[in-house]
């Protein structure tokens, strides 16, 4: 079985600031795990994907996240947020022998100026 | 370079109504999927296929019918929409590997008034 928590609906921070967004998963065997951003009136796209080859996983637009095992996390990080970077933002998670991955609830990030 | 393509973009049904939502790929992806998206709840798995004339139940399948008679094609079909059936619907498509990312489409915005 498996699941993925992200804590908090909403993110709301500054631009220039820190981005942190929060994942948690469960999985019973070792996962892949996957950040997706949605654009409003958009599908969802991949941002970046962890695949057991490095824990420190850089993504597109200057997103990144680590793996930790030993806190079942996947948090995603931004040095300095932009306005661009306004959108909804997926978990995922993906374990051998699951035919479809499980996603997240979503946090939506605000930008303020 | 289509990728996943979802029509129609957008449509308004009434009560009873019958509809079917179309998905094409062009990736020869096994897996596809459907979604739907709703304030709050990120995205939930309404049926999916591992490749053509295997599908199967996911969160939410009541109301929906599928079927996969092609590795392109794999639409939805509402039997007699109602108003919960209100939502952003998703397709996505992605090889048979738990490695693998999924690729989304558009999505469809559905009115059941």
Known sequence: AQSVTQLGSHVSVSEGALVLLRCNYSSSVPPYLFWYVQYPNQGLQLLLKYTSAATLVKGINGFEAEFKKSETSFHLTKPSAHMSDAAEYFCAVSAGGSYIPTFGRGTSLIVHP | ?113
């Not at chain 2, 709050?40 to 009541?62: F, K």
């Open chain 2, 1 to 113: 370079n289509a990728g996943v393509t979802q029509t129609p973009k957008f449509q308004v049904l009434k009560t009873g109504q019958s509809m079917t939502l179309q998905c094409a790929q062009d990736m020869n992806h096994e897996y596809m999927s459907w979604y739907r998206q709703d304030p709050g709840m990120g995205l939930r798995l309404i049926h999916y296929s591992v490749g053509a004339g295997i599908t199967d139940q996911g969160e939410v399948p009541n109301g929906y019918n599928v079927s996969r008679s092609t590795t392109e094609d794999f639409p939805l079909r509402l039997l007699s929409a109602a108003p919960s059936q209100t939502s952003v619907y998703f397709c996505a498509s992605r090889i048979g590997r738990a490695v693998a990312e999924a690729f989304f489409g558009q999505g469809t915005r559905l009115t059941v008034v």
